[in-house]
């Protein structure tokens, strides 16, 4: 299995950026993807989910109405559009999923929001 992120960078307050999570070595279109971040000092945090056909999403409620994720099941890829960019989004966002009793995360892309 794996997970690799991009897409992430520095953006003023305001700003949008679209992350990617390209998926390997599992059925991808089987399975629910998440995308988590940590910010420096803090615990990591589920941001938002989808369900395995897109159907159904969720998301915390510090990012709802900003945050849109979305995937990609011909291309194995989960996205996360964050619009409306704040200074206290920025930290490394992770993609992950849960195979059985196993979860598998990204490498990690590190989002700064900043003027």
């Known amino acids: 299995v794996q997970l690799v992120d991009s897409g992430g960078g520095l953006v003023q307050p305001g700003g949008s950026l679209r992350l990617s999570c390209a998926a390997s070595?599992?059925?991808?279109?089987?399975?629910?993807m998440n995308w988590y971040r940590q910010a420096p000092g803090k615990e990591r945090e589920l941001v938002a989910s989808?369900?395995?056909?897109?159907?159904?999403?969720n998301y915390a409620d510090s990012v709802k109405g900003r945050f849109t994720i979305s995937r990609d099941n011909v291309k194995k890829t989960v996205y996360l559009q964050m619009n409306s960019l704040k200074p206290n989004d920025t930290a490394v966002y992770y993609c992950?999923?849960?195979?059985?009793?196993?979860?598998?995360w990204g490498q990690g892309t590190q989002v700064t929001v900043s003027s």
């Open positions: 989808i369900s395995v056909t897109g159907s159904s999403t």
């Open positions: 070595g599992f059925t991808f279109k089987q399975y629910t």
């Open positions: 992950n999923t849960r195979l059985g009793d196993s979860y598998y």
